[in-house]
T-cell receptor, first 117, second 111 residues
């Protein structure tokens, strides 16, 4: 399978614990995005990487959230001191070219579903 | 940043009927993309519109970008059970890196 892969697919944790999600984008894609989706809503932008550089981070993202893409390949999203409001589907997406280019669409992974008890 | 609104939130359609879902942005967009998310699945790209007034067709789906590049529509003719899912529009602002998604239109089909 050469699509975007995410791990774990499901995570149940207790409030206050830290969690980390991993995303492996399509190999030749140098642009990587993290989105969050809650029930009945569209994906909400969290952060964006071009290669290893984090170029944009949503103002909605608290300091408890951090993302890395150390070698410009896979990425991790860590949430520290989780809260019940963090419960959501965390979607990773990658693109080959800038959005708006001829092939500038997002390829989404299956997502990592987080439940905070 | 721009806000993207979609209506209706839910669309219940009799199989074989047509329907339209609408997308409106608070600001002028560079382009707009449409995605479909099946129940339990992830968003999958359908199409991208770039030019003012652009119309594109994919079989029974017709996508339109408004003249002012602030609104878009998706029209589905002769709805089938395979059309079930949530349709999202997503706008890209000028000099922007990210797509801003609407809340989606969730389509159910009565056989």
């Amino acid at each position: 399978d050469t699509g975007v892969s995410q791990d774990p697919r499901h995570k149940i944790t207790k409030r206050g614990q830290n969690v980390t999600f991993r995303c492996d984008p399509i190999s030749e894609h140098n642009r990587l995005y993290w989105y969050r989706q809650t029930l009945g809503q569209g994906p909400e932008f969290l952060t964006y990487f071009q290669n290893e550089a984090q170029l944009e981070k949503s103002r909605l993202l608290s300091d408890r959230f951090s993302a890395e893409r150390p070698k410009g390949s896979f990425s991790t999203l860590e949430i520290q001191r989780t809260e019940q409001g963090d419960s959501a589907m965390y979607l990773c997406a990658s693109s080959l070219l800038p959005l708006g280019g001829d092939t500038g669409e997002l390829f989404f992974g299956e997502g990592s579903r987080l439940t905070v008890l | 940043g721009q806000q993207v609104m979609q209506i209706p939130q839910y669309q219940h359609v009799q199989e074989g009927e047509d329907f339209t879902t609408y997308c409106n942005s608070s600001t002028t967009l560079s382009n707009i993309q449409w995605y479909k998310q099946r129940p339990g699945g992830h968003p999958v790209f359908l199409i991208q519109l770039v030019k003012s007034g652009e119309v594109k067709k994919q079989k029974r789906l017709t996508f339109q970008f408004g003249e002012a590049k602030k609104n878009s529509s998706l029209h589905i003719t002769a709805t089938q059970t395979t059309d079930v899912g949530t349709y999202f529009c997503a706008g890209l602002g000028s000099n922007d890196y990210k797509l801003s998604f609407g809340a989606g239109t969730t389509v159910t089909v009565r056989a």
